[in-house]
């Protein structure tokens, strides 16, 4: 089992910056992508910014410049940095990870945190 325990959201001004964190615990043989999701109310849940174990980033472009993310792959923990916050960026932010448990398992299988609020508000 792999659990990922997500922390720094909360109520940041629009202009802000927030710095969440996410680590993976558990059995783990080898971590592939992690990175982070969101879901606004009434809105389908979107990619927000990925990396590889290699450190290959991707971002979608509504956040392209603003986010950053980065990872520790000793502490199998994924960072995403935050700034130049907007309203819209108000939703609640989803930890996931691409794993496998064991070496013999045929693919690898997506983990998902508990999500944390992120709230961008004057």
């Known amino acids: 089992q792999v659990q990922l325990v997500e922390s720094g959201g909360g109520l940041v001004q629009p202009g802000g910056s927030l710095r969440l964190s996410c680590a993976a615990s558990?059995?783990?043989?080898?971590?592939?992508?992690m990175g982070w999701y969101r879901q606004a109310p009434g809105k389908q849940r979107e990619l927000v910014a990925t990396i590889t174990s290699g450190g290959s980033t991707n971002y979608a472009d509504s956040v392209k410049g603003r986010f950053t993310i980065s990872r520790d792959n000793a502490k199998n923990t994924v960072y995403p940095q935050m700034n130049s916050l907007k309203s819209e960026d108000t939703a609640v932010y989803y930890c996931n990870a691409a794993a496998k448990t064991t070496w013999y398992t045929p693919s690898s299988n997506d983990y998902w945190g508990q999500g944390t609020q992120v709230t961008v508000s004057s």
């Open positions: 558990g059995s783990i043989f080898i971590i592939y992508d």
